[in-house]
């Protein structure tokens, strides 16, 4: 279960409260943007902090327990961002330029600005002059992490729902653009989409 053990950390070693974390969701799909979430909670309020008591990594809560959890962490967070880079970008610049693209975009917005960042990962976000510790598997591990996983991961699905709407026919709603079988089929059928990824592996077979 994530908790504050390496936020209190970093404010014992330097006195910063202002420590951010930064996931992201959907690097690994084939569809749709990758979505970053950036957030720095109030670690010294304990009133602020029991009502986050449930958050957790966002792959281990359900998407009803999520979207409950996106509005207390929006409510309660000392300051939150939330950075965007479409599958044009990916294309553009590769996976993991685009990932870290989306999280500075996300730092950008925080208010107050982050002193220290925890990011989820091996991520090393090399521009960003500002002390930062990568942590595998930190949305498990960092509360900050994964309040930043819930964030990226309800808005990314939002997004790919309403391009179902868009874009009928891939199942967009279901499978939020990864590669499940059903959306492979949709993809042989009908060809790729304008938000499908075509420097990822399974298009480039596709537009062969």
């Known amino acids: 279960m994530a908790n504050l053990d390496f936020e209190k950390a970093v404010h014992l070693q330097t006195s910063l409260v202002r420590i951010a974390g930064l996931d992201e969701a959907g690097r690994g799909s084939i569809a749709g943007p990758v979505v970053a979430g950036a957030v ?13 008591e449930k958050v957790n990594d966002s792959k281990q809560l359900s998407a009803k327990v999520r979207e409950y959890l996106y509005q207390v962490i929006i409510d309660n967070a000392t300051a939150y961002g939330i950075g965007m880079c479409t599958a044009a970008q ?6 993991i330029p685009a990932t870290k693209l989306a999280m500075i975009i996300a730092l950008s917005q925080l208010e107050p600005a982050a002193g220290y960042l925890l990011i989820d990962g091996r991520i090393r976000l090399k521009n960003i002059p500002l002390p ?9 591990k960092s509360l900050s992490i994964a309040a930043a996983s819930i964030l990226a991961k309800v808005t990314r699905d939002r997004f790919m729902v309403e391009q179902a709407q ?7 709603a279901r499978h939020k653009g990864y590669g499940t079988r059903a959306h492979m089929t949709a993809l042989e059928a009908a060809g790729p989409s304008p938000i499908h990824r075509r420097t990822f592996a399974p298009l480039r077979r596709t537009l062969l």
Do not use: C, N
């Open 40 to 52: 720095i909670l109030p670690i010294l309020d304990q009133a602020r902090l029991a009502r986050l």
């Open 90 to 95: 990916v294309d553009e610049m590769g996976i």
């Open 166 to 172: 868009r874009y009928p026919g891939y199942g967009f």
């Open 132 to 140: 930062q510790q990568a942590i595998i598997r930190g949305d498990s």
